[in-house]
């Protein structure tokens, strides 16, 4: 069975919680994965955080279930742009220089990644029709 490549763009910024603003599948999330690296933004591969993502709306802010992951992910963020907690709701988008964007997640958060990673099996209702959250 071949495996569908899939991708999601989740945007934080000003909004009060990250908000999914693209997905796409096999040609197209090679493209937006493609165009993100063009852009210096980070990619991650998280297949059980992407399914519970997929679930979502493009333009619909994840559901707070999803919160303690998905802040991991922007903690790694932050950590390789050189920034803390709150500069992306003041700062234009040029932030100080940290890591190359293709640097490798610290071993501490990436342990902690995988614990939470592992902790999203329970949340298969996210997104399902019925749910509150579709």
Same mark, same amino acid.
């Given at each position: 069975?071949? +495996? ?24 197209? *999330?090679?493209?937006?994965? *493609? ?8 990619? +991650? ?8 993502? &997929?679930? /979502? ?8 279930? /999803?919160? +303690? ?5 922007? &903690?790694?963020?932050?950590? /390789? ?8 709701? +003041? ?8 890591? *190359?964007?293709?640097? *490798? ?11 939470? &990673? ?12 019925? &749910?509150?959250?579709?």
């Amino acid at each position: 069975m071949r +495996t569908i490549k899939k991708a999601i763009a989740l945007e934080y910024g000003k909004n009060r919680a990250p908000i999914v603003t693209a997905k796409g599948e096999e040609e197209a *999330a090679l493209a937006m994965i *493609a165009q993100a690296r063009e852009y210096g933004v980070y990619v +991650t591969e998280d297949p059980k955080l992407l399914a519970l993502l &997929s679930r /979502l709306k493009v333009d619909q802010e994840i559901p707070t279930e /999803l919160f +303690t992951a998905v802040s991991v992910i922007l &903690s790694w963020v932050y950590w /390789l742009k050189g920034m803390r907690p709150g500069d992306e709701k +003041t700062a234009p988008g040029s932030a100080a220089d940290g890591p *190359a964007a293709n640097e *490798a997640m610290p071993a501490d958060a990436a342990a902690l990644f995988d614990d939470l &990673s592992r902790g999203l099996d329970g949340l298969d209702g996210i997104g399902a029709a019925g &749910s509150p959250q579709a």
